[in-house]
Structure formats: C-alpha cells, structure tokens
Nanobody
Framework: QVQVVESGGDLVQAGGSLRLSCTVS????????MGWFRQGPGKERDGVAC????????YYARSRKDRFTISRDKAKNTLYLQVNDLKPEDTAMYYC???????????????????????WGQGTQVTVSS
C-alpha cells in the first residue's frame, strides 16, 4: 500500500518561496506517476504538475510552469514542488498523489478523478499574506 505524506507548507509573505515535500513509502517499482494538486478555499482541487517517477519527465498545468517546479529524488523516495514568487492566490492546501502507471502523466492528470481515491496525502497548508 503506497502512502504519501506532504510537508513544507507555511505562512509566507507574497514574493517568497517554498519547497514542498512529499515522502512516498512502499513503492514496489518505478512504474508510478506522481502529481501535485492544490485546493484553495471554496475551490475545486486542481492539478499543478505531474512527474513520471521512472525518468523524471515533467508536465505542468497551463500557467503553472513559470513559478512551479516539480522534481523527485528517487533515492529518498521524495517528491518536491518548488514554488517561487508566491502570490496570495496561491493560498491553498497542497496535496500529492500517486498512481501506479508511469504513463499516467500522458493522460488527463490534472483531473482529480484520474488518480483514483487511494494514494493521496493529507495535504500541507500554504498561506500567502499580501
């Protein structure tokens, strides 16, 4: 059973940066994709970025690529999301998700339903003050 645990959320001022982490346990192979999502107050959970665990190929939601960078450290079984130039509208709970399909980022990864109900973390809160 894959488990994911997010960390790194904080209260920051606009213009600041954060690196969110997601520790992944019990990966039995490299045949996974990992994604970052966020859910702001009163909003839907939407995709930020996706990465193929095996080769590190990355995918971003439209308008996310300029300030967001997804990466992974396979040796540490950890997924990262670097967010720069934070804005108040980035305030949200940030979640990571895993899917046992290394081609998953080629599909509609930005949709929550694509990832199924199983491999989600509890989220880490990012709050950006103006």
């Amino acid at each position: 059973q894959v488990q994911v645990v997010e960390s790194g959320g904080d209260l920051v001022q606009a213009g600041g940066s954060l690196r969110l982490s997601c520790t992944v346990s019990t990966l039995t192979s490299d045949d996974y994709a990992m994604g970052w999502f966020r859910q702001g107050p009163g909003k839907e959970r939407d995709g930020v970025a996706c990465i193929a665990w095996r080769d590190g190929k990355t995918y971003y939601a439209r308008s996310r690529k300029d300030r967001f960078t997804i990466s992974r450290d396979k040796a540490k079984n950890t997924l990262y999301l670097q967010v720069n130039d934070l804005k108040p509208e980035d305030t949200a709970m940030y979640y990571c998700a895993a899917k046992s399909d290394d081609a998953a980022c080629s599909g509609p990864w930005w949709r929550r339903t694509w990832w199924g109900p199983n491999y989600w973390g509890q989220g880490t809160q990012v709050t950006v003050s103006s």
